[in-house]
């Protein structure tokens, strides 16, 4: 069991791990539409944000996903999620989801067994100041990942649309001393070089700028405080601590290729020590995959597994339809927001 003493009256878990690229120098950052990278000069110099915070938020939840078989990963088996199929057949699930229980394909759908469920459960919060440690057990119930990752139920059935659980767990990846390293390219047409290069023929030449930085780090944000203050039980902290710790673990241990030009790994993937509070040191996955086995077998009692159905018409949206054959801003980033 790793020893989480120094945790208990932090306010804050704290790690800046530095990264560097795989293979050679260069790397591709996050781009933004109509503004390309996101350069930014401070006292120290010129930084670059390689990685989003919603983007590394959406990483965070897929460490946890088993994609081959549409489950949590197995160490994860018994923790609170909810389950969409449409036709008979695996849809999505909240863990998925960049907004959490609060994805239309949970909500919005004529299945209204979970919605009317959350409504009741939630019953009570309309009106007044909102009772944070009722929201956190539903929460903790439903979908457990919500407490960590942030919800907003943007919904005026839902309280009002008032409830809302900021991130407790949070991280980007930022470098410093940047500078460009332009380059370039072009797509080739060997049948027909000089053709219609509107409609995809003929030679395309373009330019590429990638970056080259002096250091590379990944800044993680565990808020202890956050957590307390949801008012749970002892063992739902744990639980909830154990489960951000392991996102973290698995995350660096795992795939840091964000991007085709773009793939990081720790300089010391062993030894990751925190700044706040100073020394504490990430337990290794072995240790993190039991501890958070146990601590989701003593919280059993207050988590559920929902199953729900979409079979709403997948509908294109007015936009996506007006713009099917124009040109669209390329951006290899998934920018997707979450809360």
């Avoid at 503004?35 to 938020?57: C, F, N």
């Avoid at 990963?73 to 989801?97: C, M, P, Q, W, Y």
């Avoid at 649309?161 to 390293?181: K, Y």
């Avoid at 010391?268 to 020394?279: I, N």
Wanted: hydrophobic fraction near 40%; aromatic fraction near 6%.
């Amino acid at each position: 069991m790793p020893d989480l003493k120094a945790l208990k009256k932090a306010n804050r878990l704290l790690f800046s791990v530095p990264l560097r690229p795989v293979q050679g120098d260069r790397f591709q950052p996050t781009g933004f539409p109509s503004l390309g990278a996101a350069t930014y000069q401070t006292k120290d110099g010129q930084k670059l944000l390689v990685e989003s915070a919603q983007s590394m938020a959406n990483r965070l939840e897929m460490v946890c996903w088993d994609t081959a078989k549409n489950t949590p990963v197995t160490e994860l088996t018994g923790i609170s999620h909810v389950t969409v199929n449409r036709k008979g057949a695996f849809l999505t699930d909240s863990i998925l989801e960049a907004h959490r229980i609060n994805s239309p394909y949970l909500l919005e759908g004529k299945d209204r067994n979970f919605f009317d469920e959350l409504k009741a459960e939630l019953g009570g919060l309309e009106e007044g100041p909102i009772d944070r440690k009722k929201l956190a057990e539903v929460l903790l119930k439903y979908d457990v990942g919500s407490l960590i990752h942030g919800v907003f139920l943007a919904k005026k059935d839902l309280a009002g649309g008032r409830l809302r659980i900021a991130r407790a767990l949070s991280a980007f990846v930022e470098a410093s001393g940047v500078n460009v390293a332009a380059s370039g390219g072009v797509k080739n047409d060997h049948v027909n070089p000089s053709g219609d290069t509107k409609s995809g023929f003929g030679n395309v030449p373009f330019s590429r700028d990638e970056f080259v930085a002096e250091q590379i780090d990944c800044h993680i944000n565990l808020d202890l405080a956050q957590i307390r203050g949801y008012g749970l039980e002892p063992e739902a902290q744990e639980l909830l601590v154990l489960l951000a710790l392991h996102r973290v673990r698995k995350l660096l241990d795992g795939d840091l290729r964000f991007r085709t030009a773009c793939d990081l790994e720790p300089l010391d993937r062993e030894h990751v020590v925190a700044s706040r509070p100073l020394g504490f040191q990430l337990p290794p996955l072995t240790d993190l995959q039991a501890a958070v086995s146990e601590a989701i077998k003593a919280c059993k009692h207050l988590m559920v597994h929902t199953t729900l159905t979409f079979e709403d018409e997948l509908k294109k949206g007015k936009d996506t339809e007006e713009n099917a054959d124009g040109p669209a801003e390329q951006n290899e980033a998934d920018e997707s927001p979450a809360e």
